[in-house]
T-cell receptor, first 114, second 116 residues
Framework: DQQVKQNSPSLSVQEGRISILNCDYTNSMFDYFLWYKKYPAEGPTFLISISSIKDKNEDGRFTVFLNKSAKHLSLHIVPSQPGDSAVYFCAAKLDSGSARQLTFGSGTQLTVLP | EPEVTQTPSHQVTQMGQEVILRCVPISNHLYFYWYRQILGQKVEFLVSFYNNEISEKSEIFDDQFSVERPDGSNFTLKIRSTKLEDSAMYFC??????????????FGNGTRLTVT
């Protein structure tokens, strides 16, 4: 069941440049999307989220864009820093107000080169 | 900042044995979750728990699995008779409200379960 897909398993970016991580989903009923960052030997850490009623949410260097018609979201990191190197997971949820599960993508390993 | 803590960090067990994975969620959180990640695969939902009962569970969470909140602080995942394919990293998570726009899940650092 591939309801949330991250088609790029890895991405390398030079320090200071923009990192763009992509995520596609198939279930049009998802109404809440999140990005998590994961370092080795640690649990996923919440980064940023967006409601389906918005198309953009910005928090410092991180911006998430949502294109509902294309069922696509992306995370932009500007400027990228070496400490951003981690696995980034896209996640989605039905019915944001319930205890229902998050559905995760398979993750993208971001490497920011100094 | 408050954290979700999980113990042990690594558990090795023999096939057929029972294991209990322990979690201490953030103290004012009301919703509790278990997820797992098999090596090289995606993070998968197992179960959510609220008001002392299971809210939702996945097809992975069969009769071999159970969860319990035995006291006001701990949240445990029990696997009654472990199988080789249960080897994975198990993540506990909690949220103040039902994981919504303003209440994301907070994850622990995980317990690596190795079944031999």
């Amino acid at each position: 069941d591939q309801q949330v897909k991250q088609n790029s398993p890895s991405l390398s970016v030079q320090e200071g440049r923009i990192s763009i991580l992509n995520c596609d989903y198939t279930n049009s009923m998802f109404d809440y999307f999140l990005w998590y960052k994961k370092y080795p030997a640690e649990g996923p850490t919440f980064l940023i989220s967006i409601s389906s009623i918005k198309d953009k949410n910005e928090d410092g260097r991180f911006t998430v864009f949502l294109n509902k018609s294309a069922k696509h979201l992306s995370l932009h990191i500007v400027p990228s820093q070496p400490g951003d190197s981690a696995v980034y997971f896209c996640a989605a949820k039905l019915d944001s107000g319930s205890a229902r599960q998050l559905t995760f993508g398979s993750g993208t390993q971001l490497t920011v080169l100094p | 900042e408050p954290e979700v803590t999980q113990t042990p960090s690594h558990q090795v067990t023999q096939m057929g044995q029972e294991v209990i994975l322990r979690c201490v969620p953030i103290s004012n959180h009301l919703y509790f979750y278990w997820y797992r990640q098999i090596l090289g695969q995606k993070v998968e939902f197992l179960v959510s728990f609220y008001n002392n009962e299971i809210s939702e569970k996945s097809e992975i969470f069969d009769d071999q699995f159970s969860v319990e909140r035995p006291d006001g602080s701990n949240f445990t995942l029990k696997i009654r008779s472990t199988k080789l394919e249960d080897s994975a990293m198990y993540f506990c998570a909690s949220s103040h409200r039902a994981s919504s726009y303003n209440s994301p899940l907070h994850f622990g650092n995980g317990t690596r379960l190795t079944v031999t």
